[in-house]
C-alpha cells in the first residue's frame, strides 16, 4: 500500500501471477478458490476456530448510523502516502468521508468514478475510495484478527484488509485479504526487513468466490509465526525471525488500481459505484 510497497511487488509479479507464490518459510494448504461457499448471508454467528480460547480485545459490529470516530480514523498515517487522503501513484482514487457509508449493519467502503479535485494531496483525481484506519485508536501485537467481508468483483478495484504498524514504520505490513478485481487474485502474506532489501512471503489464490459471498479472513499472529485463515481454515504459513513483534493496527480500504500490471486499472466493464462489505472486526488477544 506505501509506495516502497508497490515497488516490491513490481518486482515479483510475473512470478506471482502465474501461480500460488511461497518463498521462505511459507506453506501454503488451500486457496481461497478452494474454500467452501457461505451458506448465511453473512458470517457472524460462529467463533472461528482459531479465535477460541482467546480474548476479545476490541471489535466493531458496525450496527451504528455512522462511523465511531473513537475507533476509526479516515486520514491516512503511514510511511509511503503522497498525502492524508491519497496512497501514491500506484492507486487511482482519492479517499473521501462521504465513501464511508454503515447501513444495515455493514461497513460499506465505495468506490466511485466520479472525479474529485483533492486537497490532501492537492490534484484531480478520476476515481474516489473508502478508508479507515485504527492508527491512535487500536493496536496491538500478535492475537487472532478477522473480518467478515464481501469484496466486489470488476477490472480495476483493489480493496483489502492489512495491517501496519503503530509506530509509522515500513516494512512490516501483513496482507490479510488484499483482492485485485483484474486477475480475481486474492493476495496474502507478509512484507519484512529493511527497504530496499524488502522480503516478501506472499499467497495467491485465483477466482470469484470471495465477490460471490461472504467470508471469513483472519491471521492468527504469535512469535515466529503468521498463520491466514479462510473461512476459519488455515490457506497460508509464514514462519521464521522475520514475523513481526511490533504492534499494528488494522487498515480497511476500497480504491482502484493504477498501473498497467495485475489486470490494469478499471474500463468500461468495471460497474461504479460499487462497495467492499464489511460485517465486523473482531481482535482477539
Not at 506505501?2 to 501471477?17: D, I, P, W
Not at 512484507?191 to 459471498?213: C, E, I, L
Not at 480500504?253 to 467492499?276: I, K, L, Y
Request: proline share 7%; charged share 20%; hydrophobic share 35%.
Amino acid at each position: 500500500m506505501t509506495t516502497t510497497r508497490a515497488r516490491a511487488l513490481a518486482l515479483g509479479s510475473a512470478m506471482m501471477l502465474a501461480a500460488a507464490c511461497l518463498t521462505g518459510g511459507g506453506t501454503a494448504t488451500a486457496g481461497v478458490d478452494q474454500m467452501p461457499q457461505a451458506t448465511n448471508r453473512t458470517c457472524t454467528q460462529a467463533t472461528s476456530p482459531a479465535a477460541r480460547g482467546l480474548r476479545l480485545a476490541w471489535n466493531d459490529e458496525f450496527g451504528g448510523e455512522s462511523l465511531d470516530k473513537r475507533s476509526w480514523s479516515t486520514v491516512m498515517d503511514f510511511p509511503g502516502r503522497a498525502g492524508g487522503h491519497y496512497h501514491n501513484t500506484s492507486y487511482g482514487s482519492y479517499a473521501v468521508d462521504e465513501n464511508v457509508v454503515l447501513s444495515n449493519g455493514r461497513l460499506r467502503l465505495i468506490a466511485k468514478d466520479e472525479p474529485v479535485v483533492g486537497t490532501d494531496p492537492a490534484g484531480t483525481y478520476q476515481y474516489t475510495e473508502g478508508f479507515i484506519s485504527s492508527h491512535d485508536k487500536f493496536f496491538q501485537a500478535g492475537g487472532y484478527w478477522e473480518i467478515c467481508a464481501k469484496f466486489p468483483a470488476g477490472k480495476g478495484l483493489w480493496p483489502a484488509f492489512w495491517l501496519i504498524p503503530q509506530d509509522r514504520s515500513w516494512p512490516p505490513e501483513i496482507d490479510v485479504a488484499e483482492w485485485f478485481g483484474s486477475i480475481e487474485g486474492m493476495h496474502s502474506g507478509l512484507a519484512s526487513g529493511n527497504w530496499p532489501d524488502v522480503r516478501w512471503d506472499s499467497h495467491w489464490s485465483y477466482g470469484a468466490a470471495p465477490t460471490q459471498g461472504w467470508h471469513k479472513y483472519g491471521v492468527l499472529w504469535s512469535p515466529g509465526r503468521l498463520t491466514i485463515y479462510t473461512d476459519g481454515i488455515p490457506t497460508y504459513t509464514v514462519t521464521g525471525p522475520q514475523v513481526p513483534d511490533k504492534p499494528m493496527y488494522v487498515v480497511l480500504n476500497s480504491g482502484t488500481w493504477a498501473n498497467a500490471d495485475r489486470g490494469g486499472p478499471p474500463d468500461e466493464t468495471t460497474v461504479f459505484p460499487n462497495a467492499f462489505e464489511v460485517d465486523y472486526v473482531r481482535v482477539y488477544r
